[in-house]
């Protein structure tokens, strides 16, 4: 089934922090794009949080057909920006799958792929040569497979954009792939963006109109008991998973090498 048709003019913005909605009936049910792209077999794709949907019947599997479509929450006029190609079902947990708690989007002909959203541009993905393998890779594991530190000696941060503007902090924890940090988010940024910050570059504040670039790092998670309770499904997690489920598929798994666009 083809992605039919946009209802709007051609050329619509497609970028990180951007709400989504799966029904214009309802919305206060939203969620947040991570990052926006391509995948290795040049589809235009979005990624945001798999425990935005739950329903079994298309959980964990590639979803060709166009029954879920997304709208971009400010402008539902303009018809779907996409569809959702697959997401993983939480299986149980509270607050979305331990490790693959991801969604895939492939948005139509009809938009147009943007780095920059209201607070950070994204440059490119993430990669950490000497980091922690994620538990979804392959072996061997890739470098944009691989995590940021959280031992009391590293000083890595995440640099996050929603509903509350724009925040930062230092991650604390990264077992299995998810980052635990001090930067702050609330309901409805769920799948929303995360870049690293990298040292020495500008920390968001007024001086900068409150923007920050960075290599995209992962996508908000879930709020948990804990210090901090804010937690990010790491990029290297959704992307291990991506070329993992490739392999056993080639040619049918939807975002798969997903890249960041470098489309301003």
């Not at 697959?86 to 002909?109: N, Q, R, S, W």
């Amino acid at each position: 089934m083809g992605l039919g048709t946009a209802q709007a003019e051609p050329g619509k913005r497609v970028y990180n922090a951007m709400q989504i909605l799966f029904s214009p009936s309802t919305p206060d049910a939203f969620c947040t794009i991570g990052a926006v792209g391509t995948d290795r077999y040049g589809r235009k794709t979005a990624i945001s949080a798999g425990h935005c949907i739950r329903d079994a019947r298309y959980s964990d599997r590639e979803i060709h057909e166009n029954s879920i479509p997304v709208y971009d929450r400010q402008d539902t006029g303009f018809g779907p920006i996409g569809y959702v190609r697959y997401y993983k079902d939480p299986e149980g947990a509270m607050v979305g799958h331990p490790t693959k708690d991801y969604m895939i989007i492939e948005l139509v002909p009809q938009v147009t792929l943007s780095s920059q959203g209201p607070h950070l541009k994204q440059t490119g993905e993430l990669k950490v040569p000497d980091g922690h393998i994620s538990p979804n890779a392959l072996n061997p594991a890739l470098d944009n497979e691989r995590l940021l530190g959280a031992d009391w000696f590293n000083n890595n941060e995440l640099v996050v954009s929603g509903q509350l503007g724009v925040w930062y902090g230092r991650i604390t924890n990264a077992t299995n792939g998810i980052y635990q940090s001090h930067a702050s988010h609330k309901m409805g940024d769920s799948g929303g963006p995360a870049v690293w910050h990298a040292p020495g570059s500008a920390y968001p504040s007024d001086a900068n109109g409150f923007q920050a670039a960075g290599p995209w790092a992962g996508i908000t998670k879930a709020i948990v008991l804990g210090l901090p309770p804010y937690t990010y499904t790491s990029s290297a997690n959704i992307l291990a998973d991506l070329r993992t489920r490739d392999a056993a598929d080639p040619g049918d798994v939807y975002g798969a090498g997903f890249e960041v666009t470098a489309n301003p």
